[in-house]
Every structure is written in structure tokens, then in C-alpha cells.
């Protein structure tokens, strides 16, 4: 039985602020020091400049740019602080051929900025929209393949007109419309966009997965809901004995809201939808008819530290075959000192995805309540291309059977610009905010990959790796 929605609408804020921000604070191994530059740059000792990724320690601060000066057959091509009155930073990113979007910061507005990116080394905002409320949601921006149309998600509080999904007009960069915008009680936590046979869809997540339709009308432009994907089996009650009671309310909220989506249209199975279905696994849905939504199977992480948080999602014919890959966030008071993992299955049979391995940091460095959990990902050409909150920006190879048995690292680098903004040390339900870089979403194109950090802007980073 899920829990009842009154409850789960009472605890959608603060849950929702937890899973929106991340700690950043000095918590972490004693044993482990700073980060060493100098054996990072000069390509000698490979195995501390990746364990320097995830440094923690007294002698580690957590805000001081200069100590995450760490990079791994990775190098900086060019770097926006979009600072903005005290306000530092980007979001959530949106790649549409030379068109990078990148929504304002958690501690800026609500809103976004189209860069061009067809000189990584010399990124160039050429347009902006921007709204006084403040951004909600997490992975809150998504652009259609061509760039012609954006989606905002806004979590916050619909008699403000401000909890929903926002589309766009981006055919002129420089000039980005508002032509609709779709209220929603609680608001999208997450979106995405996708065409198939002609129509262009938009999901957003509320409450599972709601689908709706760009359609014109008479007035214009308009939203409309055509379909909702939910889940509510019989485990969705069975809260783990956490020591935190706090994590009672988080288990029942974020059971019945999932997290991530990402539609394809596969080459062999049509339209599909992955669901990143928080502590109910990953869902295969199949959305050939957006209005009828199809379960075609359900993969749930195990293990002696399940249940897992699944966090995000993304899928890619590689080498003739399907691969879906599965991430985590780890928050909970149990996962302290547990890697944050990302899962790599075979999809060749979408009734039955299975598990070919498990990527964890290679420092085996703990989560510790979001400080070193993975977050949000995209695979490009092979490559899987992560942001990791506190320890910046991955890439790693997955391009063959032998790297998806058993992945390695290709290159990784922290964001670490002092742009002179410095996040206050105590802010949301206890988390603390004081740490860069807080890398919260990462893109790949090529050997380039764009990452955002919440705390000092939007960073190219080239791999320079063979």
C-alpha cells in the first residue's frame, strides 16, 4: 500500500529541498589528505590524483577552490561563472548541437542561459531568459534534439504560478519565448523531451511520470496532458529500520515520486522510457501509445546495503548492443561509508535487463550524506560522462563488452574556479552547503565534457587521453 498523498504533499517540500541540495561540509576519513596537484598534473601517480578526487580530512578544507586543484587526463578549455549578485553557478545542462543550455543556480533566479559551444575553448552566452521565483527541481532543464524548444520544470507553489513545466520557443537563441506553461500540484522534479512519429512529447515527473503533448491550438502553443506512468506495489511500504527517524517521511515521498527519466526511440523496440524509479528500481516503459504507458520490466538494484536510492538513468546502442545504466544517490544516514555505485546492464533483453558490472569511485570513499554520491549522467559515443557532487566531473569508458565488464576511469577533473563566491556553511535540514565544487550535472560531446557546478558556473573540460 503507498503512502497517503496528504502525507506525502506535507513532506514534498523539505524532502524535496534535501534531495535538491547537497553537503559539501567537512565531513569525511581522517586517514585520507589533501589533494596533491603536483602528482596529479605530472601524470605519475595516476591512482593518488584519483583518490585526490574524493580527498577529505582536517587537513582538507571542503570551500578552498585552490585544494581541489586535481585533474586526471583532463584539462580546462574554458570556464562562465554566470555570477549574478552574489549568485554563483549552474544547474542542470541541455546539449542541442552547438547549443548549450544551462539553468541558473539554486541560489539564483529561475531561469537559463543558451551558450554556444561550438569553440569549447571560447563558450559564448548568446541568449537568456530569467524570472524573479526561485529555481525547484533538479535535472529542471531539457532541450529537443534541434534545439527549436526548451522545457523548464519549477517545483514550488502553483497558486504563485510557479510549480510546473515551462516551455519555450529557443528557434532564435538569442531571443528565448515563454509560449506555455502547465501547472502542476508539487511541480517537476524532473524533465525531458522527446519526438516520436511526428509529435513531440514532454515528461515530467510528479507523482511518477506525467506526458504531455506539444500541441498548437486556435491561441497558439499549448501543453497538454495525454498520459501519467505510476507505480504502487505492495514493497513501497516497507521502510528500512533506518537510526534516523528523519529518513521515515523521505522513504514514503520519494517511493511514490520517483526522480529521472529518459525517452529513446530504440531502433528495435520503438518508443521507450526509462524511469530512474527512486527505491523501486529502474522501469522500462513502453510509450508507443504516450496514453497508455506499458511496464515492460522492472530492474532493482540488491545487495546486503539495499535498498538503493535510483537516482538517474540513461540507455545507447553501443558496439551492436543495448546498454542501460543505472545511478544511485546516497543520502541516508546508513550509507555513510558506502560508495555511491552506478550500475552497467545488458538490455539485449528488455524483459529482462541484467547486470554486467558496478562502478564505484576509486578511492572506495563513502557517500557520507550526499558529499560523494554520484549524480546525474548522459552516455556519448561510449563514454559515460558523470557529475559526482563533490567529486567533480567523471568520464568513464564503457564503449566495448570488456569495459562494460569491468569499466575504467578515462578522465576526471574537479571544478575548482574561484570566482570569489563563497556558499554559506549551514543552510537545509542540517546539510551543509560549504564546499567546492558541488558538480550537479554532467554532458558529453566527444572529448569534451561540460559540467555544471552549482557553486562557481559551467566548466568544458577536454580529455586529453588517448
Known amino acids: 500500500m503507498s503512502p497517503p498523498r496528504e502525507t506525502i504533499k506535507r513532506c514534498l517540500f523539505a524532502v524535496l529541498a534535501l534531495g535538491l541540495l547537497v553537503t559539501a561540509g567537512c565531513i569525511g576519513n581522517e586517514d585520507a589528505g589533501p589533494a596533491d596537484s603536483e602528482a596529479a598534473a605530472d601524470g605519475t601517480a595516476d591512482e593518488a590524483a584519483l583518490e585526490a578526487m574524493t580527498a577529505t580530512g582536517d587537513a582538507h578544507d571542503h570551500a578552498n577552490p585552490v585544494q581541489h586543484d586535481v585533474a586526471y587526463n583532463a584539462e580546462l578549455l574554458d570556464h562562465l561563472s554566470f555570477v549574478d549578485e552574489g549568485a554563483s553557478?549552474?544547474?542542470?545542462?541541455?546539449?542541442?548541437?552547438d547549443t548549450l543550455f544551462a539553468s541558473s543556480t539554486l541560489q539564483?533566479?529561475?531561469?537559463?542561459?543558451?551558450?554556444?559551444?561550438?569553440?569549447?575553448?571560447d563558450m559564448q552566452v548568446v541568449g537568456e531568459w530569467h524570472d524573479e521565483r526561485a529555481l525547484g527541481g533538479d535535472r529542471s532543464i531539457a532541450a529537443s534534439d534541434d534545439g527549436e524548444w526548451v522545457v523548464l520544470g519549477t517545483e514550488g507553489n502553483t497558486e504563485n504560478d510557479e510549480a510546473g513545466v515551462r516551455l519555450f520557443d529557443t528557434s532564435d537563441r538569442t531571443d528565448p519565448q515563454q509560449v506555455a506553461f502547465l501547472p502542476l500540484d508539487g511541480?517537476?522534479?524532473?524533465?525531458?523531451?522527446?519526438?516520436?512519429?511526428?509529435?513531440?512529447?514532454?515528461?515530467?515527473?510528479?507523482?511518477?511520470?506525467?506526458?504531455?503533448e506539444i500541441v498548437d491550438t486556435p491561441t497558439g502553443t499549448d501543453l497538454v496532458k495525454v498520459g501519467h506512468y505510476g507505480y504502487a506495489g505492495e514493497e513501497m511500504s516497507d521502510v528500512p529500520d533506518y537510526d534516523n527517524p528523519g529518513n521515515y517521511p523521505s522513504w514514503g515521498l520519494r517511493s511514490a515520486y520517483a526522480h529521472d527519466m529518459k525517452p529513446i526511440d530504440d531502433p528495435e523496440a520503438g518508443p521507450l522510457l526509462y524511469v530512474a524509479y527512486?527505491?523501486?528500481?529502474?522501469?522500462?516503459?513502453?510509450?508507443?501509445?504516450?496514453?497508455?504507458?506499458?511496464?515492460?520490466?522492472?530492474?532493482?538494484?540488491?545487495g546486503e546495503a539495499s535498498p538503493w536510492y535510483t537516482h538517474t538513468v540513461d540507455a545507447e546502442w553501443i558496439d551492436g548492443e543495448r546498454t542501460i545504466v543505472v545511478g544511485s544517490e546516497v543520502f541516508e544516514d546508513r550509507h555513510n561509508e558506502t560508495p555511491s555505485p552506478v550500475w552497467i546492464l545488458d538490455g539485449s533483453d528488455l524483459s529482462d535487463p541484467t547486470l554486467e558490472s558496478t562502478w564505484t569511485n576509486p578511492a572506495g570513499t563513502g557517500s557520507q550524506e550526499l558529499l560523494?554520491?554520484?549524480?546525474?549522467?548522459?552516455?556519448?559515443?561510449?563514454?559515460?560522462?558523470?557529475?559526482?557532487?563533490?567529486?567533480?566531473?567523471?568520464?568513464?569508458?564503457?564503449?566495448?563488452?570488456e569495459q562494460r565488464a569491468d569499466p575504467s576511469v578515462v578522465s576526471a577533473y574537479l571544478p575548482n574556479e574561484d570566482t570569489g563566491y563563497r556558499p554559506g556553511t549551514e543552510c537545509c535540514f542540517g546539510f551543509n552547503l560549504g564546499g567546492i565544487p558541488v558538480t550537479m550535472d554532467a554532458v558529453g560531446d566527444g572529448d569534451v565534457t561540460y559540467a555544471a557546478d552549482v557553486q562557481t558556473g559551467l566548466y568544458a573540460i577536454e580529455t586529453t587521453a588517448s
Do not use: C
Open 372 to 401: 560523494f554520491s554520484a549524480h546525474f549522467f548522459r552516455i556519448d559515443q561510449g563514454r559515460l560522462h558523470l557529475s559526482h557532487y563533490h567529486a567533480g566531473s567523471w568520464v568513464i569508458d564503457i564503449s566495448s563488452a
Open 187 to 212: 511541480g517537476a522534479h524532473t524533465v525531458d523531451i522527446k519526438s516520436f512519429d511526428g509529435a513531440t512529447y514532454v515528461f515530467a515527473l510528479n507523482y511518477g511520470v506525467q506526458i504531455l
Open 278 to 302: 527512486a527505491y523501486q528500481g529502474m522501469h522500462v516503459l513502453d510509450v508507443s501509445e504516450p496514453s497508455a504507458p506499458e511496464l515492460v520490466s522492472r530492474w532493482t538494484p540488491g
Open 108 to 121: 539564483g533566479d529561475h531561469g537559463f542561459y543558451a551558450v554556444d559551444v561550438s569553440s569549447p575553448d
Open 89 to 97: 553557478g549552474t544547474h542542470a545542462l541541455a546539449l542541442a548541437g
